[in-house]
Every structure is written in C-alpha cells, then in structure tokens.
C-alpha cells in the first residue's frame, strides 16, 4: 500500500511539475490569449538593390482594416460607416460585423492611408487598422523572372523574393488588447506593443544597367525576328558573379496576372536557369578545351594542336553518318587546324576529336565542367541538364556530344562551363547576391566567391582564347567584332526536335562571346528561339553581344585593348 501510495503522489507530483515548469509558457499564452486580442503590426520586407545601390524591389505604404464582432456595438450603423469609406457594400459588412462566431475579421487589405485617416475619424467600436505594406517594383518588367514576386499575404513566391524569403520577410509583431472573455473591450485598459523585427535588405550581383541594356538589345532581336523567346545572361567570368539574366517575353511585377495561372507559370519562369536545350555549336567550346588540355598533358589520344582535319564533310561513325553544315564551297573543307574548324564550325573535326579523346576521358572533363550537376547558383528550381549515363554512351553519341547533340544543358550551365575554360580554369559557383544588410546598414551577411574546382590549365585557356578571338576576327562570329576590344566567342545553330524528331525549319540560334580576350570580365551567352526568316547564330545572335558589349564599352568608359598582331 504504501509504494502504491508513493507511485500515485509521484504521478501527481510529475504532473505539477509538467505543468508548472514544462508547460508554463504555452499555458500563460492560452490565458493571455482567452483576455486579449491582438492587432498584425506587419514586419517591413527587406528591399532588394542592384550591386549599385538601385532600388529593384521596394515598399510603399499601405494598410489593412480589421474588426471584432463581439466588440462592435450597433452593426447597423457600423456598416453604414465603413461602406462608404472603405467602398464595399453596406449589406455584406453588416453581415461580417453580425458574426459573433468569429474572433477577428479582416474587412480590406492595402488600402490608402487616406481610407485609415478617415476611418480614424469616425471612432468606431471594434473597427481596427494596421500597417500593411504593398510591395513595389519600381522599373516594372525589368528582371522580372529573376527578381520574383510575393503572395498576396507579402510572402516571397518566386525568384529572389522566394529564395532569400527568409532574410527578406522580418518578424511581424502585435497590439495586445485587454478584452473579456467575449472579445469586448475592458475600460480603462492598456494595449501592449509587440514591436515588429524589419526584414533585410538584399544587394545584388546585378548591375541594374547591364540588365537594362542587354533587356533593350533582346528586345529588338525578339520583336525584328518573330521569335519564339530570346534569352541573355552576362557574368564576369572572373568570379561568376552574374550581372545580368534576360527571359523575354516578360510581364509587369506591378500587375501580376494571377488570374491566369498559365500564363503565369510561363512567364514568370527563369529559363536561363530551369530550363534545357542542345547547346549545338557553342558547346565546342568545351570539346576543344578538353583536347588542348590533355595534349598539354602529353596522352597520346589527343589531337595535337598542330593535327590537320581530313577535308571530308562527313564521318562515318558506328553506322551513321554525321555531315557538316557547310558544303565545299569558299575552301572551307579543305584540310584544316583547329583554330579553322572553330572559325567555320565543322562538325566533323569535332566528331574526331571527340572519338580521339574517348569516352572515359572525354566524360571526366564533362563532369569537371559541371555538366549533369548544378553549378550551385543561389536560385530555386535550378536544373541538372542531361547527360547520357557514361556506361551507355555509343562512339555515335560520342561523336554527337563532342560538336553539341546528344547533350543537353541550361543557358547557365554552359555560360560557367565557356567562363571557366577561358578564365585559367577556374570554376565558381555563379552567385546572384553580394551581401544582406540590415536597415542601419550593418552587413549580416557576405556571399564571397567560391571555387568550386579547376577544369583546364591558364595554358590551356590561353591557347584556346586565342583560337576564339580568332573566330570572332576571321571566322563565323564576325558580326560580334569591336575593333581595339579583342572579342572572342563562338556561334551555334542547333536544330530543335518535338516529339523526339527534327522539328522542321525550327532553330535555336546562339552566341557565346567574351572580351577583353586575355583577360575576360565580361561574357554573354545570347539565345534566340525559333527565329523567322534568318536563323543563324552567327548573323541573329552574334549582333546581339556586340551591341551588349558595345553598350558596356560606352557605360563603363572602357579603354582600347592592345591587340595582338
């Protein structure tokens, strides 16, 4: 009896203690709760600058109408108030302030302060109003997708605003009311302030300029071709950090079309990023990069640079044959180096170089070059690509990788992949943000350039530099050359497929493109999608990063480079 007696005066103990100890503060909040009633004192969203200090994403004011039920004292006359200063019908505001069920009601959301300023006037019972921001974007449609939005209720939905939503949104705070168990207000009661924690602000890598003239630039190709989209993004190929990124057509951020969810999710997209597609021509880039780099190394497989290209358009590999785009005329399949085979982008001498290297050292450089992985820049729904599973790839899908087919990558994947082999070899992960800092400017956060891996050598990015500021000189991107700026880069016409056939007359038109040459800080990858009329990368998309580059010259008052005779 006695240890049934201790066991019972223990349980009962434990219980004393759970509840005065363990759930104390849940408890005081359930009776602080049961004799208040709290009025949202909403947190101000952080804002979002350019890597200038340009306002992006800012805050005008605004406020939000609340009511209790219970505490208002004649509904009729209420109603009759309220609708005409906040606007709504007479009927359906009695109708909420009738219903007791219901401890809080919200009347109207972002409203005018001029609406608060009346209804202060009017001193109704139970009738309340808080701040309640709306979110503004003072240049409209400008780096729309990459910026995003927020919901209704100010939360961060997508782009930046989502992904940073956590530093962004703050800690909303309260008014306490002392009120009786109904919700009426005691007399002579005092309201306790919560206070609100602001979120931070954001600066980005984003030069508000650069975005504004690479948006112009692919405005006119968009609108002069008919084309599906045209997409851009700028990096400084030193550290990644992206200056611009283009999807057009855009939309408005100040006049969301929410109520066609469609349309929406189509255009709020961040292609440059979520999405995938055949590189083509542009991507042998990476296949020469990979070559030069092992014949430094001394493997005997590789083509060394000094290797003459067969003069046959064509190649025979595992049963199928593989042509050039171009045909004999002008000399160009006369035998060639692999400076020319860049110029006139022949298929061919990429197939052989591609095969020479072999699939195991060929996929080891794709690898290193971040291809089938993310490249980890600070962005939601970044996609992967897609990569053949090395253990399946045939010496034709060899062939097709090393001249652009058979692959498929994001516009950012193959942008780091092109700033890595022409910057020394150094791989970064590409960074939207530069710092997060509080409204006293204190800065809490620092996004410092991270080096992910190294892919070719400095020789290697030197000699191939060379070769692409050749291509941009003598060869297919001519329409790119700013005379005393050494611009290098290389065009790409890829066909597109639907329904896993060549959609015909369908063309995905490119160009990558970069200078000062031997020391590259700024790069552009300009994609244009389904062009009418012509659709070659090298007379759509190639005038696009000059105009772009050209534009940054006259922005930034660039000097003259010295170009090498």
Same mark, same amino acid.
Not at 44 to 58: C, K, P, V
Not at 68 to 94: F, M, P, Q, T, W
Not at 189 to 196: E, G, R
Not at 448 to 471: A, D
């Given at each position: ?402 001249? =652009?087919?058979?692959? /498929?990558?994001? !516009?950012?994947? %193959? #942008? ?7 910057? *020394?070899? +150094? $791989? ?84 990558? =493109?970069?200078?000062? /040459?031997?020391? !590259?800080?700024? %790069? #552009? ?7 009418? *009329?012509? +659709? $070659? ?29």
């Amino acid at each position: 009896m006695l240890l049934v007696i201790a066991f019972i005066f223990c349980l009962f103990l434990g219980r004393f203690f759970y509840i005065q100890v363990v759930w104390k503060d849940k408890l005081h909040y359930l009776a602080l709760d049961q004799w208040t009633r709290e009025i949202p004192v909403h947190a101000g969203r952080g804002n979002i600058y350019d890597t200038n200090g340009e306002l992006l994403a800012g805050n005008t004011a605004a406020y939000s109408v609340y009511a209790r039920a219970n505490a208002v004292e004649d509904a009729e006359s209420a109603s009759a108030v309220l609708s005409g200063i906040l606007g709504l019908e007479r009927e359906i505001l009695k109708e909420k302030l009738s219903d007791k069920s219901k401890s809080e009601i919200v009347l109207l959301r972002k409203t005018a302060k001029e609406t608060v300023e009346a209804l202060a006037g009017q001193n109704i019972r139970g009738v309340y109003y808080a701040r309640d921001d709306v979110r503004v974007y003072p240049y409209g449609a400008l780096a729309c997708q990459l910026l995003g939005f927020t919901s209704f209720d100010g939360s961060g939905t997508t782009g930046l605003e989502g992904y940073y939503n956590g530093f962004l949104a703050g800690k909303d705070g309260e008014i306490l009311y002392e009120t009786d168990l109904v919700g009426v207000d005691l007399e002579n009661a005092v309201a306790a302030f919560l206070p609100a924690e602001d979120g931070l602000h954001v600066k980005l890598t984003v030069d508000f300029r650069i975005q504004s003239l690479a948006e112009q630039v692919m405005g006119k190709v968009l609108s002069e071709t008919q084309a599906k989209a045209a997409r851009a993004i700028v990096l400084d190929p030193s550290d990644f950090s992206v200056l611009a990124m283009v999807n057009l057509p855009s939309y408005d951020l100040n006049e969301i079309p929410r109520d066609d969810i469609q349309k929406l999710n189509a255009l709020s997209r961040n292609s440059l990023v979520s999405d995938i597609y055949e590189p083509g021509s542009t991507f042998k880039i990476v296949t020469a990069a990979a070559n030069i780099e092992e014949g430094l190394k001394g493997n005997a497989s590789a083509l060394p640079l000094n290797h003459v290209f067969s003069s046959s358009r064509t190649r025979m590999v595992d049963g199928t044959t593989i042509k050039c785009w171009s045909d004999h005329q002008n000399g160009k399949h006369s035998n060639q180096t692999l400076a020319e085979a860049l110029n006139n982008s022949c298929n061919p001498c990429f197939v052989d170089l591609a095969l020479a290297l072999g699939k195991e050292t060929f996929y080891e450089y794709l690898k290193a070059f971040q291809f089938g992985k993310a490249t980890g820049i600070d962005f939601s729904g970044e996609s992967i690509g897609m990569l053949l599973p090395e253990s399946i790839v045939r010496d034709c899908d060899l062939a097709r990788i090393g001249f =652009g087919q058979t692959i /498929a990558v994001s !516009p950012l994947q %193959l #942008a780091c992949a092109v700033a890595s082999a022409v910057n *020394g070899g +150094y $791989y970064y992960a590409p960074r939207l943000v530069k710092e997060i800092f509080s409204q006293d400017g204190r800065v809490k956060e620092n996004t410092e350039t991270k080096l992910l891996h190294r892919t070719v050598s400095e020789e290697t990015s030197g000699i191939l530099s060379s070769m692409l500021e050749g291509v941009v000189r003598d060869g297919s991107g001519k329409k790119a050359y700013i005379e005393g700026y050494r611009v290098a880069g290389k065009t790409g016409t890829a066909q597109k497929y639907e329904n896993g056939r060549i959609a015909q007359g369908k063309y995905v038109s490119s160009f990558v =493109g970069y200078f000062p /040459a031997n020391a !590259p800080k700024y %790069l #552009a990858l300009i994609i244009v999608d389904e062009p009418q *009329g012509s +659709y $070659y990368g090298s007379t759509v998309a190639a005038p696009c990063a000059k105009d772009i580059f050209q534009g940054i010259i006259d922005m930034m008052k660039l000097p003259k480079t010295e170009v090498e005779p």
